[in-house]
């Protein structure tokens, strides 16, 4: 089955605990993206990666680091989390043409909270 | 910049009425793609639709359609005969040709609770 997935589902973790968010995608594709959801502001892009060791930022990158070392894993690394980093995250992944005309696939999303 | 506002933050309806939700949207360039993506309570989020800005041909299927006037820049959904099963989050999308195949901004969402 194609699909997303992330780890953890859920986390709650203190300020300045550095943490990571796994992604991985099962379908070969070659770009991959993070976002943020948080209420009345829609979803928001992070971090993007366009194939492996190729990485931009999206609208709100700072204090989010990323890799993309394999195809298939793009892990959120949060090196000093802080309250304003609480959020829903999700992982999305789409295949060689990019969005514009293939399938953006999300994962489940993984709620963070920043304590 | 590219700028998309969704401003029904929430929408309720009878099951079976109709309704329209409101995709607003900014950009400079002459060459975009437009999305619609559905974010039911279980919290997935499910493509729907993608509109390139060449074609501002209506699209229908099922009782969903979508309609793209880039005279006033909107890209508005609707839903005939709404069910139970559209109650979601809905958000609208854009991509801009000179910001890459990656890059996508998302309006605020409209909550569409249809009620039985």
């Known amino acids: 089955e194609a699909q997303v997935t992330q780890n953890p589902r859920y986390l709650i973790t203190v300020t300045g605990k550095k943490l990571t968010v796994t992604c991985s995608q099962n379908m070969n594709h070659e770009y991959m993206s993070w976002y943020r959801q948080d209420p009345g502001l829609g979803l928001r892009q992070i971090y993007y990666s366009m194939n492996v060791e190729v990485t931009d930022k999206g609208d709100v990158p700072e204090g989010y680091k990323v890799s993309r070392k394999e195809k298939r894993n793009f892990p959120l690394i949060l090196e000093s989390p802080s309250p304003n980093q609480t959020s829903l995250y999700f992982c999305a992944s789409s295949g060689d043409q990019g969005f514009w005309t293939d399938t953006q696939y999300f994962g489940p999303g993984t709620r963070l909270t920043v304590l | 910049a590219q700028k998309v506002t969704q401003a029904q933050t929430e929408i309720s309806v009878v099951e079976k009425e109709d309704v329209t939700l409101d995709c607003v949207y900014e950009t400079r360039d002459t060459t975009y793609y437009l999305f619609w993506y559905k974010q039911p309570p279980s919290g997935e989020l499910v493509f729907l639709i993608r509109?390139?800005?060449?074609?501002?041909q209506n699209e229908i299927s099922g009782r969903y359609s979508w309609n793209f006037q880039k005279s006033t820049s909107s890209f508005n959904f609707t839903i005939t005969a709404s069910q139970v099963v559209d109650s979601a989050v809905y958000f609208c999308a854009l991509s801009e040709a000179t910001q890459g195949a990656q890059k996508l901004v998302f309006g605020q969402g409209t909550r569409l609770t249809i009620n039985p």
């Open positions: 509109r390139n800005s060449f074609d501002e």
